[in-house]
């Protein structure tokens, strides 16, 4: 049932703003057109900034909205009977029809509102951008080259652990349309391609990628054997990237042949406990994959303090895939960098700028 917003003036214009900056840049940029037209008419629609605000704290109100109404559309029955079904091709299994979605949109929210008020206070944007690992292979690579010695993975904001399994996919890497490297076994379950941008030289890849630890720190681990929890992760694709869907199923597939150590709880309390349990003689590699915004500024310093601390036994590498932090309301690609600890002190590289999905990498070097 409609009901009036009860969003006092500067916060409704906030989320106003928020929508519409997704709706002029982020969708447009990620190839989404249905994002783009419903994140604006969600900008001018105060019941609709209502419901997306009620999302939890640093959670992005686009991205939780949009896959809210997804993840109901995906579970089938009355949902995907109702108009707005149409235009999702994963759903319809058809091309989307040349109409406005929008008022379709707007009627199912209203019309499911409990049900997309429940998921919105309770999920996190928990994405497991499988495509990403485009990015992690040549920095893990760096990190093998440069240690001599097999990798101990910690991936802080795991979600499911799929990106742990880096070493066990096949990656082509295209520059202007011509493949310049490819890396892993041909029949591997999941491929994935990245697109080289810019004058910046890819870092060699390794021959043969050693990988001796595996571990996954998440506040709330995603545990694939559950199908709503695939479920959640398939919601949180945007529409008009349908290949994703069987990638991440396929990716599901492989964790679950080779398995990971997922670990629930806070990460700046865990992290020294995995730390201790990775074999001594590996090259410790902490990383992250846009996550580290989830965490409060307190618990990314303590972070970072105990991987300082831990390099005066051990030398750490610290990868992150990540957004500027005193941006992070901004449309912004992230960066890819690696920050070498040693004795105590840290010194940082960016290596590159992607796209949030792996799409493309433009090397700096």
């Given at each position: 049932m409609?009901q009036?917003?009860q969003l006092?003036?500067?916060?409704a ?5 928020v ?10 940029d ?7 037209e ?9 019941e609709l ?6 999302k939890?704290k640093r ?7 949009f ?11 009355e ?13 319809s ?7 406005p ?12 509102r ?15 951008v ?11 690579s ?18 499911a ?18 493949e310049?490297a ?21 870092p ?8 001796e ?7 709330n681990?995603?545990d694939?054997r559950?199908?709503h ?7 949180l694709i945007w ?21 990971v ?8 309390e ?32 303590r972070?970072f ?6 390099s ?5 590498w ?20 690696i920050?070498?600890y040693?004795n ?22």
């Amino acid at each position: 049932m409609s009901q009036r917003s009860q969003l006092d003036a500067p916060t409704a214009a906030r989320y106003r703003d928020v929508f519409h900056r997704f709706a002029r840049v982020e969708a447009p940029d990620l190839t989404s057109p249905l994002y783009a037209e419903l994140s604006y008419g969600v900008s001018l629609d105060p019941e609709l900034l209502e419901l997306a605000a009620q999302k939890r704290k640093r959670q992005p109100a686009p991205n939780m909205l949009f896959a809210a109404v997804q993840y109901l559309l995906l579970g089938g029955g009355e949902y995907s009977e109702h108009p707005l079904a149409s235009h999702y091709p994963i759903v319809s299994g058809a091309e989307r029809p040349m109409e406005p979605a929008f008022p379709a949109f707007r009627d199912f929210c209203l019309s499911h509102r409990d049900e997309l008020l429940d998921l919105i206070r309770s999920h996190r944007t928990q994405t497991n951008v499988v495509r990403r690992c485009t990015c992690l292979l040549p920095a893990f690579s760096m990190v093998q080259r440069e240690s001599g010695h097999p990798l101990a993975l910690i991936d802080v904001g795991a979600s499911a652990g799929l990106n742990l399994n880096v070493d066990r996919y096949r990656y082509r890497y295209l520059r202007g349309g011509q493949e310049e490297a490819v890396w892993g076994l041909p029949e591997a379950k999941v491929s994935l391609e990245a697109e080289l941008r810019g004058e910046g030289r890819m870092p060699e890849l390794t021959e043969d990628l050693s990988i001796e630890f595996r571990g996954g720190i998440d506040l709330n681990p995603i545990d694939l054997r559950h199908e709503h929890e695939l479920l959640w992760l398939r919601a949180l694709i945007w529409p008009e990237h349908i290949e994703r869907h069987q990638r991440l199923i396929d990716a599901a597939a492989e964790l679950r042949q080779s398995p990971v150590d997922l670990r629930r709880g806070d990460a700046a309390e865990l992290l020294p406990q995995m730390i201790a349990d990775t074999p001594p003689e590996t090259a410790l590699t902490v990383y992250s994959t846009v996550a580290l915004y989830q965490i409060p500024s307190a618990g990314r310093e303590r972070i970072f303090r105990t991987l300082q601390q831990t390099s005066k036994e051990r030398p750490v590498w610290l990868v992150t895939l990540e957004l500027r932090m005193e941006d992070i309301d901004e449309v912004q690609m992230p960066s890819l960098s690696i920050t070498r600890y040693t004795n105590g002190a840290a010194e940082r590289q960016v290596l590159a700028r992607s796209s949030p999905h792996g799409w493309w990498i433009e090397w700096a070097s």
